[in-house]
């Protein structure tokens, strides 16, 4: 009998950074059926931004197991377990990967659903990072902006279109913005990558402790995403915490970690550069600024908030503007949906799902757009990073999930990781600033 029918499905989620596991994991949640007695197995993606244990309970997202795996092991436990639906939550080229590795392993055998789309706003890579996932049964859009957009990429270059589905961010909820809060909160929203050098982001910490002391009545929160030495799903090379070391700060001022819908109860005031947390704090009606100081740019992101009527400057907050969004803009982004309706925003990928595993016939090979014969230069590259070949199959050499790795193997594990951050954020910064000399 079909999963849908009995109402029991089992669901695998593949992430590769903490913001991944929470967008695959509360995806996963909404895709099922309320009523569904769901069982939910997380893979944690080895590699520079698998999730800490402190990453992951700040998350606050619950799975019935959760390891950790390379990607040739996960294609050892996806040809032994019989899931109903996978949510690969990876960046594209690592989706493009498995879905190749797949193929591969499940051959013309039953499988899965195959789900996979964007933790937040696509403001860059669009046409790679969309052609990359092409082959999943369901790429998820956000939004009916992103539908469109994904739908014109695919036909434009003759790729299939039809696994596009839109639904919403799966983290959007709360309680509604219902009034000013004792004290007045302004929370600045910080990005791991966005600006990405020390003047940008000093300049923003300044302003945000000038905010602080022009409205000595307020409480003035930096939100952070990380703490030192952990990564995310983006590298942040520069930390506020380190920026922030030394200098005179009033006492309205701090550093805050934590979930984001938490923080987000006390908010009266978000801003941010162009993170998902807009998105999240305009969902529930929280006055919300995306700033300009630093220019409405690509290479920023906020440039996708442009029509808004939430960009403004810090001078300007600092007179005291409040934003005012412009209700058509956050329609048509999937956020500040009407009572009752947010659910439903996963109801036709939640339909699509049930008609996939209901086929009788059961589901055909995957088929990616990016094959031998139309990405010879390109393919083989992104398969060779997952120690996979051309064809899909694990190179010989490859780490498998024949044995548990022993503690040994583990400590050097954890230690080359170290290794590998310490690099990413110590050594290769200098090594560009002195290329810079």
Same mark, same amino acid.
């Given at each position: ?27 996963? !949640? ?120 994904f739908r014109a990429v695919y036909e434009g270059v003759g790729a299939d279109a039809g696994a596009v589905t839109e639904v919403a961010l799966p983290f959007l909820g709360g ?34 402790? !000038? ?227």
């Open positions: 009998m079909p999963a849908s029918a009995t109402k029991s499905l089992r669901v695998a989620v593949l992430a590769d950074s903490d913001t991944r596991w929470k967008w695959g994991a509360l995806t996963a !949640r909404r895709l099922t059926p309320a009523d569904a007695e769901v069982r939910l197995d997380g893979y944690l993606l080895r590699g520079r931004a698998t999730p800490t244990a402190r990453q992951l309970q700040e998350v606050g997202v619950r799975a019935d197991s959760l390891s950790e795996v390379t990607g040739v092991e996960f294609l050892h436990a996806m040809s032994r377990e019989p899931y109903d639906v996978l949510v690969l939550a990876l960046v594209g080229g690592g989706v493009q990967a498995m879905l190749h590795g797949l193929r591969s392993a499940w051959g013309t055998g039953r499988r899965p659903v195959v789900v996979t789309g964007y933790v937040g706003v696509v403001y860059e890579k669009l046409t790679d990072g969309l052609l990359l996932r092409h082959g999943a049964d369901l790429v998820l859009a956000n939004s009916r902006h992103d539908a469109d957009r309680a509604p913005y219902t009034g000013e809060h004792e004290p007045y909160t302004v929370v600045f929203a910080a990005q791991p990558s966005v600006p990405d050098n020390r003047r940008d982001r000093t300049y923003l910490l300044d302003r945000l402790i !000038r905010h602080a002391r022009t409205h000595p009545e307020r409480e003035v929160l930096l939100k952070l995403r990380s703490k030192p030495g952990e990564h995310t799903t983006h590298i942040e090379e520069l930390p506020y915490q380190k920026l922030a070391q030394g200098k005179d700060v009033p006492a309205n001022f701090r550093l805050v970690y934590g979930h984001m819908g938490e923080v987000l109860d006390r908010t009266d005031l978000l801003v941010t550069i162009s993170s998902t947390a807009a998105l999240e704090a305009l969902h529930r009606r929280v006055p919300t600024v995306v700033l300009t100081d630093l220019g409405v740019r690509e290479a920023l992101g906020n440039h996708h908030f442009t029509g808004s009527g939430c960009l403004a400057s810090w001078d300007q907050l600092d007179a005291g503007h409040r934003p005012a969004p412009d209700e058509e803009w956050v329609a048509r982004q999937g956020v500040a949906a009407g009572e009752g309706s947010y659910d439903s925003c996963f109801s036709a990928a939640r339909e699509r799902i049930a008609e996939l595993l209901d086929r009788a016939d059961g589901l055909p090979p995957l088929t990616p757009y990016y094959t031998a014969e139309t990405a010879p230069g390109y393919l083989p590259g992104i398969l060779a990073r997952h120690h996979l070949g051309p064809d899909g199959v694990p190179l010989p050499g490859a780490p498998t999930a024949d044995r548990a790795p022993g503690p040994v193997r583990q400590i050097v594990r954890r230690a080359a990781r170290g290794a590998y951050r310490h690099g990413v954020q110590r050594v290769a910064p200098v090594i560009r600033r002195m290329g810079e000399l």
